[in-house]
């Protein structure tokens, strides 16, 4: 089975604090995404990325970084967080080939005070 | 630009009883059509899912027709149990852009016993 694991479930931290979320799979798949979880709005891609030091914006990516220096981790940074990034944010993998499934994480629920 | 609507929840049943989840989407062309599955503190999970019309995907009990004419991805159970209580995810991608999933709000299904 894909094993997809963030580093974090819960993470408190205050405004203006930097945050850095890991992400690992197992599973030597080619693309890795962050998405963020929000009651009525459903999944929105933050960013993601098809090959190692490749990435690509997604819907949402103001306010946000991303770092994969390795195929099996992807990193999402908030350089300086806010009250609005208050959200659950869910890493996710797929095998890049055709329509392959995404593989997502537990998830990490991120309160920022 | 590409989106998917599905009705909102929560919705709360009874064992044994039907349930349905309205889905519809706004498209150019012909997307795949996916449900995903989110139980209790875990990551989503694909449940279904079909690429072209009329095609039915099926898992776990769990039906969904890909139905052109009327944008629909309606999904389906005969009999709920109470381990079906999660939040369920429409979402539609495209073979030509499969890294991205675009996803509907979710609907939070409960079955009581």
């Known amino acids: 089975d894909v094993k997809v694991t963030q580093s974090s479930r819960y993470l408190v931290k205050r405004t203006g604090e930097k945050v850095f979320l890991e992400c690992v799979q197992d599973?030597?798949?080619?693309?890795m995404f962050w998405y963020r979880q929000d009651p009525g709005l459903g999944l929105r891609l933050i960013y993601f990325?098809?090959?190692?030091?490749?990435?690509e914006k997604g819907d949402i990516p103001e306010g946000y970084s991303v770092s994969r220096e390795k195929k099996e981790r992807f990193s999402l940074i908030l350089e300086s967080t806010s009250t609005n990034q208050t959200s659950m944010y869910l890493c996710?993998?797929?095998?890049?080939?055709?329509?392959?499934?995404?593989?997502f994480g537990n998830g990490t629920r991120l309160t920022v005070t | 630009g590409n989106s998917v609507t599905q009705m909102e929840g929560p919705v709360t049943l009874s064992e044994e009883a039907f349930l349905t989840i309205n889905c519809t989407y706004t498209?150019?062309?012909?997307?795949?059509l996916f449900w995903y599955v989110q139980y209790p503190g875990e990551g989503l999970q694909l449940l279904l899912k079909?690429?072209?019309?009329?095609d039915k995907g099926s898992n776990k009990g769990f039906e969904a027709t890909y139905r052109k004419e009327t944008t629909s991805f309606h999904l389906e159970k005969g009999s709920v149990q109470v381990s079906d209580s999660a939040v369920y995810f429409c979402?539609?991608?495209?073979?030509?852009?499969?890294?991205?999933?675009?996803f509907g709000a979710g609907t939070t299904v409960t079955v009581r016993a």
């Open positions: 079909a690429t072209k019309a009329d």
């Open positions: 599973m030597d798949h080619e693309n």
């Open positions: 996710a993998s797929s095998l890049g080939q055709g329509l392959s499934p995404l593989h």
């Open positions: 990325s098809y090959d190692v030091k490749m990435k």
């Open positions: 979402a539609l991608s495209f073979l030509s852009n499969d890294y991205k999933l675009s």
């Open positions: 498209a150019t062309g012909y997307p795949s």
